[in-house]
C-alpha cells in the first residue's frame, strides 16, 4: 500500500508565493511519475504539473511560469513552488503518484487527502 501525504497548503497574498510538499510511503513500490492537481469549488479536477523519473515536466498552461515542480527521488517526494499567486489559484491540491508494484510489476495511482491553498486579500 502507498500513502501519500501533502503539506504546505495555506491562506497566501494575491501575488505571494508558497510551496507544496508530498511524500509517498509504503514499501514494494518505485514512484514512475508523480503530478499536482487542483480542484476549485464546483470545477473539476485539473492538472497544474507533472514530473516524470528523467525530471522531464508539464505544466498547464494557466500556471506556466508560475510554478515549478519538482521531486527527490530518494525521498519519494514532489514538490510544488507557486508564485504569483491569483485569486483563481485558491483550489484544493492533491498529490498525485503512479507506482509501479514490485511483486505484480503493475503499474496502480494514488491520490493524497488534499491541502487547502487559499489566495485572498
Known amino acids: 500500500q502507498v500513502q501519500l501525504v501533502e503539506s504546505g497548503g495555506c491562506l497566501v497574498q494575491p501575488g505571494g508565493s508558497l510551496k507544496l510538499s508530498c511524500q509517498a510511503s509504503?514499501?514494494?513500490?518505485?514512484?514512475?511519475?508523480m503530478a499536482w492537481y487542483r480542484q476549485a469549488p464546483g470545477k473539476e479536477r485539473e492538472l497544474v504539473a507533472g514530473i516524470v523519473t528523467n525530471s522531464t515536466t508539464n505544466e498547464a498552461g494557466s500556471v506556466k511560469g508560475r510554478v515549478t515542480i519538482s521531486r527527490a527521488n530518494a525521498k519519494n517526494s514532489v514538490y510544488l513552488q507557486m508564485d504569483s499567486l491569483r485569486p483563481e489559484d485558491t483550489a484544493v491540491y492533491y498529490c498525485n503518484a503512479n507506482v509501479k508494484i514490485t511483486t505484480t510489476r503493475r503499474f496502480s495511482v494514488y491520490w493524497g487527502q488534499g491541502t487547502q491553498v487559499t489566495v485572498s486579500s
Open positions: 509504503g514499501s514494494g513500490f518505485g514512484i514512475n511519475a
